[in-house]
């Protein structure tokens, strides 16, 4: 069975950081693109960064100069290093694998992890 699990959120205050992670089992990163996604209560899911197999990397316009998306194939992990967090940010964080990516709002996936808070205060 395989599962995406995201880990790491929490509660911050404003301008400060936290790391996201995200582990497979069951599966290998190797040679999968994967992508960050956030769902704010009442808004749209949207894309937040993605990490593409031939090495290319997307960032939402408003996170690219604070977050940092890399990956760590020997342990199956992709991590999303988020800082000078903005209350704006505050969502449910998914990583998801991806088998085709245009851009952060074309994409296809196969597998969707649960999801893991991140509440930013002001």
């Known amino acids: 069975e395989v599962q995406l699990v995201e880990s790491g959120g929490g509660l911050v205050q404003a301008g400060g950081s936290l790391r996201l992670s995200c582990t497979a089992f069951?599966?290998?990163?190797?040679?999968?693109?994967i992508g960050w996604f956030r769902q704010a209560p009442g808004k749209e899911r949207e894309g937040v960064s993605a990490i593409v197999n031939d090495g290319s990397i997307f960032y939402k316009d408003s996170v690219k100069d604070r977050f940092v998306i890399s990956a760590d194939n020997a342990k199956n992990i992709v991590y999303l290093h988020m800082r000078n967090l903005k209350p704006e940010d505050t969502a449910v964080y998914y990583c998801?694998?991806?088998?085709?990516?245009?851009?952060?709002?074309?994409?296809?996936?196969?597998?969707w992890g649960q999801g893991t808070q991140v509440t930013v205060s002001s």
């Open positions: 069951g599966l290998s990163f190797d040679g999968y693109s």
């Open positions: 998801a694998t991806l088998t085709w990516i245009k851009n952060l709002a074309e994409y296809e996936y196969d597998y």
